[in-house]
C-alpha cells in the first residue's frame, strides 16, 4: 500500500492525518417514505433535532455546522438558531455534506476544534428530490447538462444522464473482468436483504431475490431498474467532537480512525477517464487504511456510495478488498449480507434500496453498527469503513470503536 | 433558452466539429506541437501546453469500445428515440481516443465490443427542441464480424 504504486489516471488528496483525533457522538436521520412536501432545510432540522438527541447534547451546545455547497436553500447559522431558538455563535463551513463530504467532514472539523472555532460540530445534508420532481424539479441530472463539453459532445448523442454513464462503463467492466449480471445482482440483493429488514427503509416492503432481480426490466441495458438508486426526500446529521469530549456523553464514542480522498484526473467527463471501468478509490483508500493501521481485511461492516450497483462493485474492487476484477467471487452467495460470513455490505440498504439521501445516513449505519445499535446488526462490530464518490471524486472514512 | 440536447452553436472549441459536421466530414483537434489528439478540445495541449491545435479529419473508422441500450425514459427530450443505442467508440488513427456518440442502423443483441465501427452522419432532432443538427454518429462497418478483431 505504497503510492508509488499509484496509477497515473488520477491522484490523492492531501489530507491532513486526523486519525484518533476526533469523534462522532452523534447521528439523526430523516427519511420519507414518499414527497414530505417540507423543504431541504426543514428536512435537515428534523435531522439534525434527532442527532442531538442522541448525542445527548443541548441545541444550544451546538457551535459548529457543516454542509454542502450544493444543498440548494442555503442552512445559515440563522436557520438553526431560529428553529431551536438560540442564540450561540455557530462556525460554519462548506466542508461538509455527503457523497465524498460525508468522509472527509471530520478532516476541518478537527482542525476547527484543535483551533477553538467549535466544540460541537454537526455536518448535515438533505434533499427534497423527491418532492422536487411533482413540482417538475430537475433533481440529480441537472448538475450535468449544464457542463460545456458534455452539452456539446454527450448529450447531443443520447449520453446522458447518469445511468447511461453506468450501464456503459458495467459492460465495460464485464468485458474486461467477466463481471456478470448476476454480480450486480448480488449488490442489490444484498442492499434489499437489509432494506427490508430495516424500519426507515423506503423499500422495506419490497423483498427481492436473485431471480426477481433478472427479471426485473432493463433501465439502461446492462443497468436493470434495481440497478439504479432511488430519488427520495431525505436528510442525515452527524455530530463530531474531540475524542476526549466525546467520552464525556451519552453514546459510546466512534473514533475517526483515517480519512482519504482520491481525484480522477478527467473531472467529470466519465467517458474520459483513463481507466474506464475504475474508481478514484485507488487514490483514496489506501492512505485511509495505512492512517488506521487497518487492512481491508480487518473490516467488518462496509457502506459505500452506490448511486449504481456497479459503482459499488468498482469500489469494492478499487479499495482492496479484492484483486480487481474479482468483485464477483466476494459478493456471490449472500456473502454481503450482515447476518452471513463475508463483507458486512450497505446493512442499512444504501442508495439502491434505503433511501437517496447521498451517503450521509452511510456514514451513520456505520455509527450504529460501531455502537451496536443497527437494525442488521454485524456481531463483533470493531471497524467500518465509509466510502464516499462522485465520479471525479472518491473518499474513504475509517471508523472505529473507541479502545 | 436552452436548446439542449442539441450543441450549443458557436463556440471556439467546438463550433469546428458541428461545423464540419454539416458538410459531411468527422474533424478531431491534434496538437501540431507533439501530434497527439485532445479530446475533449482543450485551448492548450496537456500533453506538450502546445495551443496550436488544428482540427484534422479522421478516417471515421474505429472500433466499439462499450455501449448502453436506453430502453426508460430518462430525459425527456430523447423521448421519441426510444430505445436507442448510444456508446463509445475508439478512433483507428489513436484508440486512447474515445468519442462518445449515437450507435446506429444496430441489433443491440449482435453488438459485441472491439467491432469494428463506421462513422456515417444522421440529422438529431429532439421532442421539444426547436432545430437539429447534423452528427456523425457510428455504425457497425458493413461486412465485418461481430467480435474481437485483434488483441
Known amino acids: 500500500m505504497t503510492t508509488s504504486a499509484e496509477p497515473d489516471w488520477g491522484h490523492s488528496g492531501e489530507l491532513e492525518d486526523v486519525s484518533g483525533e476526533i469523534a462522532i457522538v452523534g447521528v439523526g436521520d430523516a427519511i420519507y417514505q414518499r414527497a414530505s412536501g417540507k423543504s431541504a432545510n426543514e428536512i435537515a432540522l428534523d435531522a ?143 442492499c434489499r436483504y437489509h432494506a427490508t429488514r430495516h424500519p426507515d427503509a423506503i423499500t422495506r416492503q419490497r423483498p427481492l431475490d436473485l431471480a426477481g432481480y433478472l427479471a426485473r426490466p432493463m433501465m439502461v441495458d446492462p443497468l436493470r431498474m434495481d440497478d439504479c438508486c432511488l430519488i427520495s426526500d431525505g436528510g442525515g446529521a452527524t455530530i463530531m467532537t474531540s475524542l476526549e469530549r466525546a467520552r464525556d456523553l451519552a453514546k459510546p464514542p466512534v473514533v475517526v480512525a483515517g ?145 | 433558452m436552452s436548446t439542449a440536447p442539441l450543441p450549443e452553436r458557436g463556440g471556439s472549441l467546438t463550433e469546428p466539429f458541428w461545423q464540419a459536421a454539416e458538410e459531411g466530414r468527422f474533424v478531431m483537434p491534434r496538437c501540431s506541437g507533439c501530434a497527439r489528439y485532445v479530446w475533449y478540445p482543450e485551448e492548450a495541449c496537456p500533453h506538450c501546453g502546445e495551443n496550436e491545435i488544428p482540427w484534422v479529419p479522421v478516417s471515421g473508422r474505429g472500433q466499439l469500445f462499450s455501449w448502453a441500450e436506453v430502453k426508460h425514459e430518462l430525459y425527456p427530450a430523447y423521448e421519441d428515440t426510444l430505445p436507442y443505442v448510444t456508446g463509445i467508440v475508439t478512433l483507428e488513427e489513436d484508440a486512447r481516443v474515445r468519442y462518445v456518440t449515437r450507435i446506429v442502423d444496430a441489433d443491440p443483441a449482435a453488438l459485441a465490443i472491439d467491432q469494428p465501427m463506421q462513422v456515417v452522419f444522421r440529422t438529431l432532432a429532439f421532442k421539444g427542441v426547436d432545430g437539429e443538427v447534423v452528427a456523425p454518429v457510428f455504425r457497425p462497418s458493413a461486412g465485418a464480424a461481430p467480435g474481437k478483431v485483434d488483441e
Request: with cysteine; glycine share 14%; net charge negative.
Open chain 1, 48 to 190: 439534525i433535532e434527532r442527532a442531538i438527541a442522541d448525542a445527548g447534547l443541548r441545541p444550544d451546545e451546538i457551535d459548529g455546522l457543516m454542509q454542502s455547497p450544493f444543498m440548494g436553500g442555503g442552512f445559515t447559522a440563522d436557520t438553526y438558531r431560529d428553529y431551536f431558538g438560540t442564540g450561540q455563535s455557530i462556525w460554519m463551513s462548506t466542508d461538509g455534506g455527503a457523497m465524498t463530504w460525508a468522509a472527509t467532514a471530520p478532516v476541518a472539523a478537527a482542525q476547527a476544534i484543535r483551533e477553538g472555532k467549535a466544540r460541537h460540530i454537526l455536518n448535515l445534508f438533505a434533499v427534497d428530490w423527491f418532492s422536487q420532481k411533482g413540482k417538475g424539479g430537475e433533481g440529480p441530472g441537472k448538475y450535468h447538462g449544464e457542463e460545456r463539453m458534455k452539452a456539446n459532445f454527450e448529450l447531443p448523442f443520447g449520453w446522458f444522464p447518469q445511468p447511461v454513464y453506468f450501464a456503459t462503463i458495467a459492460r465495460r467492466h464485464m468485458f474486461e473482468y467477466g463481471t456478470r449480471p448476476e454480480d450486480l445482482g448480488a449488490i442489490a440483493v444484498a
Open chain 1, 259 to 403: 480519512v482519504g480522498e482520491g481525484y480522477s484526473g478527467s473531472g467529470a467527463y466519465w467517458s474520459q477517464q483513463g481507466d474506464f471501468t475504475a474508481s478514484p478509490q485507488v487514490f483514496s483508500a489506501p492512505r485511509a487504511f495505512e492512517q488506521a493501521g487497518v487492512t481491508p481485511g480487518d473490516v467488518d461492516v462496509l457502506t459505500l456510495y452506490d448511486p449504481f450497483s456497479i459503482v459499488a462493485l468498482m469500489q469494492i474492487e478499487d479499495m482492496g478488498f479484492c484483486p480487481k476484477g474479482g468483485a464477483g467471487d466476494l459478493v456471490a452467495d449472500g456473502k454481503l449480507h450482515f447476518d452471513t460470513p463475508g463483507l458486512a455490505y450497505n446493512t442499512h440498504g444504501g442508495l439502491l434500496s434505503h433511501a437517496y439521501v447521498l451517503g450521509i445516513s452511510h456514514v451513520n449505519e456505520v455509527v450504529r453498527q460501531l455502537r451496536g445499535e443497527a437494525a442488521c446488526q454485524v456481531s463483533d462490530c470493531e471497524i467500518g469503513v465509509y466510502g464516499g464518490y462522485t465520479g471525479h471524486m472518491a473518499s474513504t472514512l475509517v471508523m472505529r470503536r473507541d479502545r
